[in-house]
Nanobody
Framework: QVQLVESGGGLVQAGGSLRLSCAASGRIYINNAMGWFRQAPGKEREFVATINWSGVDTTYADSVKGRFTISRDNAKNTVYLQMNSLKPEDTAVYYC?????????????????WGQGTQVTVSS
């Protein structure tokens, strides 16, 4: 089992920045890809960004491309999501997820482990 704990969420004004962290523990596989997803009120959970095990390959949803950056520090078993130029429509619960194997992916079904989520609220 892998345990994932997100942190760094909060309330920020539009145009501001936040950095989310996801700390992994348990049976961690060094070659696992990680991802961030989010769920806004009344909406389905959606893909935000993914990163492969080495951190070289990243993919973003069109809605966050150019504003968000996913990165990882394997020595710390931690994945980050730097969010800049935040908009009210970025308001959501943000979830970290881990694959057991394979490259980065945008489908929720490709991920085996999920964190509990952290709330991000962007005021206008």
């Amino acid at each position: 089992q892998v345990q994932l704990v997100e942190s760094g969420g909060g309330l920020v004004q539009a145009g501001g920045s936040l950095r989310l962290s996801c700390a992994a523990s348990g049976r961690i596989y060094i070659n696992n890809a990680m991802g961030w997803f989010r769920q806004a009120p009344g909406k389905e959970r959606e893909f935000v960004a993914t990163i492969n095990w080495s951190g070289v390959d990243t993919t973003y949803a069109d809605s966050v491309k150019g504003r968000f950056t996913i990165s990882r520090d394997n020595a710390k078993n931690t994945v980050y999501l730097q969010m800049n130029s935040l908009k009210p429509e970025d308001t959501a619960v943000y979830y970290c997820a881990s694959r057991q194997y394979g490259a980065g992916a945008s489908r929720q079904a490709d991920y085996a482990y999920w964190g509990q989520g952290t709330q991000v609220t962007v005021s206008s």
